[in-house]
């Protein structure tokens, strides 16, 4: 179970404190638990996540793994408003000034991405192995390393990530999260 490198409010406006410890205090936690039972004595016992997620078919373990991983990068890519560094720089700013013109064109083509998504799920820009960056819509509890991507940024669109904070407003509570991303982060994952 990762610890969170921010407090309960570090947040806040943008993710209140009883969301994040709804959200990491209970579901991730949930999760942690239900693949700490699950893989007991089954061949993804003391696997790293990630090929925990690639080699698992369908079903439980998958779903749990799944969403350990994808909780684990959505939480380490924020820092409060004031700490986080709000824009990309070096050969992942270029990237994607190449590929959409704009960090605004890219915001907006991920926001509707994270909006156009039906139910539960995850939008993930990720590199693949030559450095382009894709953007994909992940349903449940998958991850963009089943496709043989690397992860980098996403936005987490279950109701459980916004719905005490947003309601209905999906929209609002991803154009809102620009704020609390740290792109150094980001750069680092797609440096690696
Ligand atoms: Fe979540």
């Not at 509890?141 to 992860?151: D, E, F, T, Y």
Request: no cysteine; charged share 20%; glycine share 8%.
């Amino acid at each position: 179970m990762i610890n969170l490198p921010y407090k309960d409010n570090g947040l806040e406006p943008v993710i209140s404190a009883q969301t994040l410890s709804f959200h990491h205090g209970k579901h991730l936690q949930a999760y942690v638990d239900n693949l700490n039972k699950l893989f007991v004595g089954s061949e993804f016992e003391g696997m790293a996540l990630e090929d925990i997620v690639r080699k698992a078919p369908a079903g439980a373990i998958f779903n749990n793994a799944g969403q350990i991983l994808n909780h684990n990068l959505y939480f380490l890519q924020f820092a409060s408003t004031s700490e986080s560094q709000h824009k990309p720089t070096g050969s992942l700013a270029a990237q994607i000034e190449k590929q959409w013109g704009t960090l605004e064109a890219f915001k907006a083509d991920f926001e509707s991405k994270g909006v156009s998504l039906f139910g539960s799920g995850w939008v993930w820009l990720s590199a693949d192995a030559n450095g382009q960056l894709v953007i994909t819509q992940e349903p449940g509890a998958s991850n963009p390393v089943v496709k043989g991507l690397k992860p980098l940024l996403t936005f987490d669109v279950w109701e459980h990530a916004y719905y005490l904070d947003y309601q209905n407003r999906r929209a609002a509570h991803l154009s809102a999260l620009w704020q609390i991303i740290d792109w150094k982060v980001i750069e680092e994952r797609y440096a690696k």
